[in-house]
């Protein structure tokens, strides 16, 4: 039974910028959150997306935006990065109501020169 | 502004030792609560939830929860070295998303 896997593990982009990464949730789970998490801080949240649209989105700026595909993977875009983006993005795959709580995938840390 | 609030630590416990991880929150309408374990360069594994008052047992691992104080906390029991880790407290309030606490660094030693 696979978990949640992201891709790329790891990334170099340029201030300016426009980066994407990818999520595949786990089997049976059909909604997918992203986070955000910066060094010795907890997970900030992004948004989720279920049945393709986003139904909750945290206070993240327009350049984060995302998509959801009809296998239920999901994308998440920042454009015109920052270096105060540098962080390690989290996808969380759960059911539609998250009551059992959310399964993380390992990742991708993203840095910005 | 919904606050999580963990103390940082470290919190250091002798190996066998029962520790004790507490966390505190802001919103009274908090519906569910969940405990993370996050191992350094790793991404969060989620150790149990709770959403109603009293106690929950899974293994080692009771998480405690009481929304009068707006506190919810965790003990693990024989600690053992592998325990070792950055906790996660984690509140849903209204809606889907998860937030977090900072964590607390948790260090059993031998």
């Known amino acids: 039974d696979a978990g949640v896997t992201q891709s790329p593990t790891h990334l170099i982009k340029t201030r300016g910028q426009q980066v994407t990464l990818r999520c595949s949730p786990k089997?049976?789970?059909?909604?997918v959150s992203w986070y955000q998490q910066a060094l010795g801080q907890g997970p900030q949240f992004i948004f989720q997306?279920?049945?393709?649209?986003?139904?909750q989105r945290g206070n993240f700026p327009d350049r984060f935006s995302g998509h959801q595909f009809p296998n239920y993977s999901s994308e998440l875009n920042v454009n015109a990065l920052l270096l105060g983006d540098s962080a390690l993005y989290l996808c969380?795959?759960?059911?539609?109501?998250?009551?059992?709580?959310?399964?993380f995938g390992s990742g991708t840390r993203l840095t910005v020169v | 502004q919904k606050e999580v609030e963990q103390n940082s630590g470290p919190l250091s416990v002798p190996e066998g030792a029962i520790a004790s991880l507490n966390c505190t929150y802001s919103d009274r309408g908090s519906q569910s609560f969940f405990w993370y374990r996050q191992y350094s360069g790793k991404s969060p594994e989620l150790i149990m939830f709770i959403y109603s008052n009293g106690d929950k047992e899974d293994g080692r691992f009771t998480a405690q929860l009481n929304k009068a104080s707006q506190y919810v906390s965790l003990l693990i029991r024989d600690s053992q070295p592998s325990d070792s880790a950055t906790y996660l407290c984690?509140?849903?309030?209204?809606?889907?998303?998860?937030?977090f606490g900072k964590g607390t660094s948790l260090l059993v030693t031998p």
């Open positions: 997306y279920y049945e393709e649209e986003e139904r």
């Open positions: 089997s049976g789970h059909d909604t």
């Open positions: 984690a509140v849903r309030y209204s809606g889907y998303a998860l937030n």
């Open positions: 969380a795959s759960s059911s539609m109501t998250g009551d059992n709580g959310y399964t």
